[in-house]
């Protein structure tokens, strides 16, 4: 007489066998507790922290965004300055937006023919920390594209500046086995945070935080909690718990026999640090889903799934090249308020919000980086960067939904207005 309310009862609900639910249980007697493990939890835990060779590893249920969004809670005080990469998935804005943190912005450099924003220079880093203390500095690393930031020496020059690094490295779980290039687990980053389900044998919206520095372990854990619901699935926890084992027996080879299969695509694919994304030229390809379609190229994401089987048809369906004149310049903001600075907002036509303050996100999904964040000023390069992204059908989306016509600013009414 315990939860979840269908009882397991197929006969009842026979979709529930279909989804296989008999695993959705709760913390009953011989279950351990997710968010206060000392069974079987606890176990998973130490297994992983061996594996990735962590101060302490936490399996999560809410995906590297409750990660994200634990971690910067968990290394951060109210009002304190942060740097993020500008390409950093919505979940940093959101939690520095939630914290008030005093947020600046570290632009990647560019690809000039793919069009998007590739590695995180350690030269940047310093230079906008000697211009502005910040207590946290984020990056992402592996982008979405597969380009690999030096997080050696950027968590480096960070400590020398007595701030602390975390690395979204949520395309990154297969980082660190088999030949893979290093996780930033392994190159001195403070909190890593990674999806399992995006490249290892685990259910989607798992993942994991990796805590590598002098924080407190129960400190961490809280945070977590504050973000991670109460009442996990026991399917996704038995996935991780299995994914993990297994990673610890087979994830070395498996890795490394991925590795090999990827090479057919080495004379193929667009140049990258992360040869588990296929960057490949638009075009048609019959019989392939692709992980995302951007402006001018797609991305095939390999995982510990693939075969030389299914990356050999996908090897064989190729015959584009790719074209630099497919690449849009990535417009850069600037920044006239913190998103919690705005308390009105009106909406206002696209073709007519030049020089207003922005005050809602706009983001392309996937990755998730905003092309535009609440208290930047929208100028004509980033409306017709916009316009073209919605013209290729590309996945746009606002915080109040008001595009392709219309995007939210600034309004005279907000008080906070000098």
């Not at 399992?196 to 994991?208: D, E, G, V």
Request: charged share 20%; net charge negative.
């Amino acid at each position: 007489m315990y939860m979840p309310g269908h009882k397991r009862n197929f006969e009842k609900f026979p979709w529930l066998r279909e989804i296989g639910i008999g695993f959705d249980i709760t913390e009953i007697t011989g279950a351990d507790n997710f968010n206060d493990p000392e069974g079987a939890f606890a176990e998973t835990e130490a297994i992983a922290t061996e594996l990735w060779r962590s101060r302490h590893s936490f399996p999560l249920v809410g995906g590297s965004t409750g990660g994200v969004l634990a971690a910067i809670y968990a290394l951060s005080k109210r009002g304190e300055g942060i740097l993020i990469g500008r390409n950093c998935h919505k979940s940093v804005y959101n939690a520095a937006e939630l914290l008030e943190l005093r947020a600046e912005y570290v632009y990647p450099e560019t690809d000039p023919v793919l069009g998007c924003y590739t590695r995180v220079s350690p030269e940047s880093v310093k230079r906008a920390l000697e211009k502005k203390r910040a207590g946290l500095v984020v990056i992402t690393s592996p982008t979405y594209e597969g380009f690999i930031s030096d997080v050696s020496t950027i968590a480096d020059i960070c400590h020398s500046f007595g701030a602390r690094l975390l690395v979204d490295e949520a395309h990154g779980a297969h980082l660190g086995f088999g030949g893979f290039h290093k996780s930033a687990v392994q190159c001195g980053a403070d909190i890593v945070v990674q999806s399992l389900h995006k490249t290892l044998p685990s259910p989607t919206q798992t993942a994991i935080l990796h805590l590598n520095c002098d924080i407190p372990v129960s400190e961490v854990r809280k945070a977590i909690v504050t973000f991670q619901t109460s009442s996990p699935s026991y399917m996704l926890t038995y996935g991780i718990d299995q994914c993990i084992r297994y990673m610890a027996e087979r994830g070395e080879a498996d890795c490394a026999e991925l590795l090999g299969n990827l090479r057919l695509f080495r004379d193929l694919a667009y140049p990258n640090d992360d040869p588990a994304k296929i960057v490949l030229p638009r075009g048609e390809y019959p019989g392939i889903e692709f992980e995302m379609t951007a402006r001018g190229y797609v991305i095939a994401y390999a995982g510990l799934g693939d075969t030389e089987k299914s990356l050999g048809r996908l090897a064989s369906a190729c015959g584009y090249s790719f074209s630099q004149a497919d690449a849009l310049p990535i417009p850069k903001a600037v920044r006239v308020a913190y998103p919690f600075e705005i308390t009105a907002t009106e909406p206002v036509e696209l073709d007519c919000s030049a020089g207003r303050t922005a005050g809602e996100y706009v983001w392309c999904y996937p990755p998730g980086s905003p092309v535009i964040v609440p208290g930047e000023i929208i100028t004509n390069e980033t409306i017709d960067y916009i316009k073209t992204l919605i013209s290729r059908k590309m996945r746009v989306s606002s915080t109040e939904k008001a595009l392709p016509g219309a995007i939210y600013c600034r309004s005279s009414l907000d008080k906070r207005i000098k």
